[in-house]
């Protein structure tokens, strides 16, 4: 398992690692290169129960994908804007457990390896599936996501609060969605 996580390291990165490493012995090393592996992935590339088993989905059987999707491999992937700006990824996905729906993708922005970079809840509605570059598209420009509403990953905001969610959604152009309460 090492030795493919290494495998597929050296292909994922832009850096290169020695021509003559092809395993480790390190343990330590080597768990710390498969967690950066895998949030280097896409949806296919973390798929462990062969949801999207084929590159078309218009075949039949090939799987849910691309209107049904498990939550668990879209956390990580990349979100761009229309000019192809990387502008973070996915960090979490919040449920609105009164509708049964994705609320909120949570986009982190800016830091390396989690330090100094700031997260953003961004609705689902106004996020896209790219499943030709297989990330997620976001219509706003690099400059306004740093502006925009956002906060660090020990402060959340209250996501239910319905005048936060109202705020959220104009910023985004989206129309927020209310429910019943929960029982």
């Known amino acids: 398992m090492i030795n493919v996580a290494l495998r ?5 990165i832009s850096w290169r690692l ?6 480790f012995n390190d343990v330590p090393v080597a768990h710390s290169m498969m967690f950066f ?15 999207y088993k084929s590159e078309s989905h218009a075949e039949a059987g090939a799987g849910p994908g691309p209107e049904l999707m498990g939550a668990d491999t879209l956390v990580g992937n990349d979100v761009h804007n229309q000019s192809d700006e990387k502008l973070g990824d996915v960090k979490e996905i919040m449920l609105d457990m ?15 390896l989690g330090m100094g970079e700031k ?5 689902w ?21 740093e502006n925009a509403p956002g906060f660090d990953k020990d402060q959340w905001p209250d996501m239910a609060d ?22």
């Open 98 to 112: 009164r509708s049964g729906k994705v609320a909120y993708a949570v986009l982190s922005f800016g830091g390396f």
């Open 162 to 183: 319905p005048e936060w969610a109202k705020n959220i959604h104009a910023y985004y152009g989206t129309e927020a969605t209310t429910d019943a309460p929960l029982h």
């Open 37 to 51: 592996l895998e949030i280097m992935m896409n949806y296919t590339e973390r798929d462990t129960y062969g949801m």
């Open 119 to 123: 997260l953003f809840a961004v609705p």
């Open 125 to 145: 509605s106004a996020l896209t599936l790219d499943t030709e570059n297989k990330c997620f598209v976001l219509n706003v420009d690099k400059e306004r996501l």
């Open 18 to 23: 020695p021509a003559d490493v092809d395993e």
């Open 8 to 12: 597929r390291l050296k292909r994922h």
